[in-house]
């Protein structure tokens, strides 16, 4: 883990938030190829969800809502932590998070664990001049809550009936005890969910089962190890009382396995809530059989931090190759990113950087390639070009050499294999499409 921290900042995916203050706990800031990065997996998750799809439509709620909002969402009330505080070494620790209170983990002390006390993870703000209670607010901890109370305002500007969905994905803030284990928990991140309706028709437990089997293919087509991955359906004890089926999607990471996603079939709950605090009506009124009803929800909600961070750490490798010319054994990090995932797709370069032929002729393949690819270009030493794009896992890298001004064909070297292709220059749009 701390080579993949060295590497996220050397090559500019993710750095501390405020470093050049000390940082700020449980925020980051992503660089230029991790907004990328996370880019992509935002897209790969839009694209499946919402273009792909004739039944799900996209939303955008704003961050901060109502007050009574997470009131009726049960978020004031209920959205707490345990915490506990050493008083020896003054750590700081979620109570579910420590296998006993006997025992202080950091600093081995007998009873110097406080008692667990409640904490509210929201975070709060206020609108407005005056810091009263009356102007108190929050951001909010989730997007989900922004579709509900949208739900009818959607489903008739939309033009929808269930089942159908409403997918969005934006930022959640939440002040939590522990962050930690880099982007995994930290207080601002971005979720995406897709919040489905169904009618109560007795197909709501099948559609579950249709989010539970869409989402493995879409960690799948993205190539997330499946040694790695593992769908885990809670129990009865494990889930909500109102919830009649639950899954968490859990990754390996170094440190053992964490959440990716929540997928839920979450009853009638959340409308009836609003619509109990609001006085609203959010039922829907079906217009072919005159009835309206409470349509149930299934909801797939996945963190994009998360996900980007897996996409990070499934890709690492560490190999030791063997150096054609020179040889020798030597060791390369590579990261194995799916094409569509990769912050970059094609880095185009000239054998030497001294030479304006070759120069000009990389520059302009390079350029005639971006409305197709993402791609960059780079010049300097070969070896460590192609080190510097195994290590931010680019699948593609392009060589202009003498042969390219004599016969028009360049070089195409496969991150994987290593191995060389030699096409025509004038092909290159076809075969990038087809090899990414
Ligand atoms: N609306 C349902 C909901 O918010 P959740 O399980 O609390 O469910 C969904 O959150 C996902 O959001 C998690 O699986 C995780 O990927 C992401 N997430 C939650 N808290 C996070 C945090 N502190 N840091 C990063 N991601 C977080």
Redesign the pocket.
Known sequence: MDEIVALAKRRGFIFQSSEIYGGIG?FFDYGPLGAILKRNVKDAWWREIVELRDDVVGFDSSIIMHPNTWVASGHVANFADKLVDCRNCKHRFRADHLPSLEKCPDCGMSHTLTEPRSFN?MMQTSIGPMEDSASRAYLR?????GIFVNFKNIYQSARKRPPFGIAQIGK?F?N?IT?GNF?????????A?L?FFVPDDGNDLSWYDTWVTARKKWYSDYGVNPDRLRFYELTETERPHYARAGT??EYLFPWGW?????I?HRGTYDLDAHMKLSGKDLTYFDEATKSKYTPILI?S???????ALTMLIDAYDQQTIVDADAGKETSRVVLHFHPKIAPVQVGVFPLARNKPELVERARHIERGLRAHARTSYDEGNVGQLYRRQDEIGTPLCIMVDYQSLEDGTVTVRDRDSMLQDRVDAAQLRNYLTERL
């Open positions: 449980g993870l901890p989730e997007t989900a809550q959640s939440r939590e962050p982007t995994f928990r930290v207080r601002e991140f971005e979720q969910e919040e968490d999607v964490g959440e990716l996603e929540s839920a909801e909600s996945a963190g994009m931090d998360r996900t």
